[in-house]
């Protein structure tokens, strides 16, 4: 339904160009105009135009292609991905809270790692114990919004909306109750990692203020955030 109305408003919005440029009672454009200027806006709008009508109406009546994830290499595309999702009605919360999960991930691994280095000597034992730990994490953590984007991609709104709505067609309901129950899955699926990944960035701020306090800074503490952070990034790994 999104993409009809997409595709309403692209043409409408052209046509609606297209009349204003080239209207007498508007601007009026003509190739043909005296004036070397206005002749020339007037091929520049019109092969703009052609373009916008070509190229936007391929892009809306392509079905959407399905990444796979080796073709999500870097944070951004995973953003990318999950940006085409921060409109829908049933999950756009979930693509806009794993958006924020990766910033946030990505800065608090960036924090934690600037204290490492200033409070740990650089090659020292506990340089290398806590910068692997935090690493793994990072790495760990952005890896599983990648998963949670690669699931992302089996949502669609019209088929929940018809599920959501299975006791009022023909199609027998016990084969629509086990497709909602996928859908079902996959939203928990995506509920427990945005929850671990919350509780890792808790970690990680936790662990950065602990070993900058040189004043106050217990060493069992931080080494129970290790371990902590260590458990998390284990559990996250099973969220594939």
């Known amino acids: ?10 043409n409408l919005s052209i046509a609606a160009g297209a009349v204003i440029a080239y209207s007498d009672g ?19 709008i019109g092969l703009a135009l052609t373009f916008a009508l070509v190229y936007g109406n391929f892009k809306l009546l392509r079905e959407p292609k399905m990444l796979e994830k080796e073709e999500l290499t870097n944070p951004d595309q995973v953003e990318a ?17 794993s958006i924020d999960q990766l910033r946030r991930l990505a800065a608090s691994a960036r924090r934690t790692a600037a204290v490492i280095k200033v409070k740990f000597q650089t090659g020292s034992m506990s340089f290398e114990r806590y910068m692997s730990i935090i690493e793994s994490a990072g790495a760990t953590a952005i890896d599983n919004i990648r998963n949670v984007a690669m699931r992302m991609q089996m949502f669609d ?3 929940y909306r018809r599920l959501k709505n299975y006791k009022s067609d023909t ?18 699926f995506i509920k427990n990692s945005i929850a671990v990944n919350e509780e890792l960035i808790l ?8 070993i900058s306090d040189s004043s106050s800074r217990n ?22």
């Open 171 to 188: 199609i027998p309901d016990e084969i629509q109750q086990k497709q909602l129950e996928l859908y079902d899955r996959n939203t928990q």
């Open 1 to 10: 339904m999104k993409r009809i109305i997409k595709l309403i408003l692209l």
């Open 219 to 240: 060493e069992n503490d931080a080494d129970e955030l290790l371990e902590e952070i260590t458990k998390l990034t284990s559990e996250l790994k099973y969220y594939k």
């Open 26 to 44: 508007l601007l009026g454009l003509r190739p043909s105009d005296p004036s070397i200027l206005r002749a020339g806006f007037s091929i520049i």
């Open 203 to 210: 970690k990680m701020d936790t662990l950065a203020l602990e």
């Open 81 to 97: 991905l999950l940006k085409e999702f921060t409109s829908s009605s049933y999950f756009g919360t979930y693509a806009r809270t």
């Open 157 to 159: 709104d019209a088929e």
